[in-house]
Structure formats: C-alpha cells, structure tokens
C-alpha cells in the first residue's frame, strides 16, 4: 500500500510531526547503537556508525533498482562481492556530510578493529561481522518503529492511503 502526504495538514501539525519524526530519527539511531561492535573495547561513536551504515547502503544501494534472485533478498547468506558498487572516502564523505578527513580517520579506525576491509575494490565491511540473528532483532525493531510512527501520521491525517 502506498502513502501520500498531505501537504496542508502536515503544515498545520508541523509541531506533532516535527517531533514524531525526531522520535523515529532517535529509535533507529538507539536501535543501531545496540549492536556492540566496537573499536577497543569501547562502543562505537555517531560518526563511525553513520559511515558503517554508508559503506552499507553505498555499496547496496544499486540492489534496490535491480531484480534480486530470492536467495540474494535475505541476509541469511552472503552477498557476492561483485553485486556490491564501489565505496570510497569520497562517496562516504558526501553522503553523511561529515567532512572527508574525519571519514579518513575513522575509516582508519575501524579498518585497524577489523570492522571494515580497504582494498582494491574500495571499502567495505568485514563479511559476518554482525550475526544474522543480531541484524534481524535490528531490522524487527526497525521496522516496528517505522509502523509506530506510520500509525501515528496516518491517526493524524498527514499520511493517506494513496489512491
């Protein structure tokens, strides 16, 4: 089922949306800090979870404009190397805006943990770093406070069935 936004009424509630945004903004946020992957024992920091995220989404993005085998739409198995685009400092960079030495050096960081791999085929994260089981509880609490917020835009009139 799609959405559509109703532009006048999210303008009228733009105090109540504004804040159910942040909120879903802040649960995905705390959802992805759960994950204890860490860089000398210690929790990983905003910035090095936000550019795990976009060597994922950077080297993954083509797969969501593309027709998947089935085997290849769930995480339970790996994902060849060669579905994936190529990451590099720059594509980070741009699409986290944090400023390109700071990816540099937090690249750096997480390569030294063994978080992420640089090579000749750019940046990517370390194959079975985060157990499928642990990705699922994630992508379930996800999804979950992707439908409360959902529910809460479509209980206030912002968000309508499209026609």
Do not use: Y
């Amino acid at each position: 089922m799609a959405f559509c936004v109703q532009r006048t009424v999210a303008k009228d509630k733009s105090r109540i949306v504004h804040v159910s945004l942040l909120g879903l903004n802040l649960r995905l946020m705390e959802n992805w800090r759960s994950v204890h992957v860490g860089v000398d024992g210690d929790t990983l920091d905003h910035d090095s979870i936000t550019i795990l995220m976009a060597i994922i989404v950077i080297g993954a993005e083509k797969l969501l404009r593309a027709e998947l085998h089935p085997e290849l739409e769930t995480l339970a198995g790996p994902l060849p190397q060669d579905r994936l685009s190529r990451v590099n400092l720059s594509s980070i960079a741009a699409a986290t805006a944090i400023n390109r030495e700071t990816v540099r050096r937090k690249v750096n960081e997480l390569q030294k943990a063994g978080i992420v791999l640089r090579d000749g085929q750019g940046i990517r994260i370390v194959p079975g770093l985060v157990q499928f089981e642990t990705l699922r509880s994630i992508i379930d609490a996800q999804l979950d406070a992707i439908a409360r917020t959902v529910n809460q835009l479509l209980k206030l009139g912002v968000l309508l069935p499209d026609a």
